[in-house]
């Protein structure tokens, strides 16, 4: 489902300032593969996401979705393949629009708009549903403003609107990292079903070594800008954290103050 063969990506070059963020790159993932990515800072996780997403352009290489080449699209183009989450909770919607608006722009997704009434009756009653079982009461506020929510209920509310297309390919990036325990949880656990009730190729970012252990079918560690650790099955549910902590430290890296304290 995706495939990432030799990725360079260099910030800029040729002054004092220059960054190798990705290094000879290489990832498959498979369908249906549910890939949690750890890594200390600059260790190039997030920027091998932008790389996928086509925020811009990779110095070499190759990103292909599905069988269709995307190197050379730019990020708008690439849409219709992804999902995507962010840390930040206010990126995925719109603040001033309800919460039923907002579900039915990311249900229109790609389509032609007309005239005609923007939210049936039908539509919300299957809102309601949707909402219902994030356990987080918004099945009963779907007039309120997105703005008026909680981190945690607008960010469960981004990861519904990302995953309503059923895309190729869903990115999450540190989505629960800005979140309480309590409520990352719940993003978390939202986030297992919807990925295992569509079957969604998934590639989820985090700087909690638990959560990289716990959700997913495989874990990938990155330092530096390449892929030092790539591991599946019954191998990574073995996984302990202070396995992950000896790999990265064996490697060189840097555990962050987030990794540790996770």
Known sequence: MLN?????KTFNPGTINEKRALIDVNLQLEDGDFCTVIGGNG?????????????????????????????GLSEYKRAPFLGRVFQ???????GDMQIDENLALAARR?????????????????????LRKLDLGLEDRLTAKVGLLSG?????????????????ILLLDEHTAALDPKTAAKVLAATDRI??????????VTHNMRDAIAHGNRLIMMS???????????????????????KFEAAGGEVSDRMALS
Do not use: C
């Not at 389509?111 to 949707?130: F, H, M, N, S």
């Not at 990925?195 to 989820?204: H, I």
């Not at 390449?226 to 000896?246: A, H, N, P």
């Open 195 to 204: 990925v295992n009730e569509n079957k969604l190729t998934t590639l989820m």
């Open 152 to 168: 945690g209920q607008r960010q469960a509310l981004t990861l519904i609107m990302a995953t309503m297309k059923k895309p190729r």
């Open 224 to 246: 530096d800008g390449d892929i030092i650790f790539d591991v599946r099955g019954e191998e990574k549910q073995r996984l302990q954290v202070t396995d992950l902590l000896e």
């Open 110 to 130: 790609g389509q032609k708009r007309g005239l005609r009434w923007g939210v049936t009756a039908k539509e919300r009653d299957e809102y309601r549903e949707i």
């Open 43 to 71: 260790a190039g996780k997030s920027t091998i996401m932008n790389a996928i997403a086509g925020v811009w352009p990779v110095d070499s290489g190759r990103i292909t979705i599905d069988g269709n080449d995307v190197s």
């Open 88 to 94: 930040a909770p206010m990126m995925g919607t719109a």
């Open 4 to 8: 990432v063969e030799h990725v360079y």
